[in-house]
């Protein structure tokens, strides 16, 4: 079956660190990629994806994300965290793009940021 | 355009109660899923449709049923809830259009809490 992992499941940075979330994934063709946060008390939003093309990504707020396919990797980024990036972050994998779009999802990171 | 919306937002029922989750879109979708959300588990899929009047089983599709009887809403009954159905439902849909990642669009979920 299709797993995804992420190797953190909480993450404690102090404002102006850099982050970097590891999600790797276990499907060997191709796939979309996806990484959603969830705000505290808000329902999840798409934060950036992969289709095609340049593996490096870039998503709203300053994130960005690279997938390494011969690692089936695509791990999160962000240079500089803020106190308002503290939320739960989700990868996600769509083994068999095309609809119906079924999404596996990793377990999530919780992200806290010290200010 | 308020996206995805569900009700309601909090519940709490007894064991063998039974309860149904409103999801509702208005953005012409014809995708739409059902979700729980557990601690240290991520999102699993539970129940999807690919449009009016057709369902699927997801993930983890037992004790639970749904219909999708309106191409904009998607219900999710629990017919007699069990305390291992405690769990936060999240609603999302997404559109089928050839070229792009299926991104899916996520409600602001329902909290729900078996005794």
């Known amino acids: 079956a299709q797993s995804v992992s992420q190797h953190n499941h909480h993450v404690i940075l102090s404002e102006a660190a850099s982050l970097e979330l590891g999600c790797n994934y276990s499907?060997?063709?191709?796939?979309?990629l996806f990484w959603y946060v969830q705000y505290p008390g808000q329902h999840l939003q798409l934060l950036l994806k992969?289709?095609?093309?340049?593996?490096l990504v870039k998503g709203i707020k300053g994130f960005e994300a690279e997938f390494i396919k011969s690692k089936f990797s695509f791990n999160l980024r962000k240079p500089s965290v803020q106190w308002s990036d503290t939320a739960e972050y989700f990868c996600?994998?769509?083994?068999?793009?095309?609809?119906?779009?079924?999404?596996?999802f990793g377990a999530g990171t919780i992200l806290r940021v010290k200010s | 355009n308020a996206g995805v919306t569900q009700t309601p937002k909090f519940r709490v029922l007894k064991t063998g109660q039974s309860m149904t989750l409103l999801c509702a879109q208005d953005?012409?979708?014809?995708?739409m899923y059902w979700y729980r959300q557990d601690p240290g588990m991520g999102l699993r899929l539970i129940h999807y449709?690919?449009?009016?009047?057709?369902?699927a089983k997801g993930e983890v599709p037992d004790g639970y049923n749904v219909s999708r009887l309106k191409k904009q809403n998607f219900l999710l009954g629990l017919e007699s809830a069990a305390p291992s159905q405690t769990s936060v439902y999240f609603c999302?849909?997404?559109?089928?259009?050839?070229?792009?990642?299926?991104?899916?669009?996520f409600g602001p979920g329902t909290r729900l809490t078996v005794t």
């Open positions: 999302a849909s997404s559109y089928p259009r050839l070229g792009t990642t299926y991104e899916q669009y």
């Open positions: 499907y060997g063709g191709t796939v979309n």
């Open positions: 992969y289709f095609s093309g340049d593996p």
């Open positions: 996600a994998v769509n083994a068999n793009p095309g609809p119906p779009s079924k999404l596996v």
């Open positions: 953005m012409n979708h014809e995708y």
């Open positions: 449709s690919v449009g009016e009047g057709t369902t």
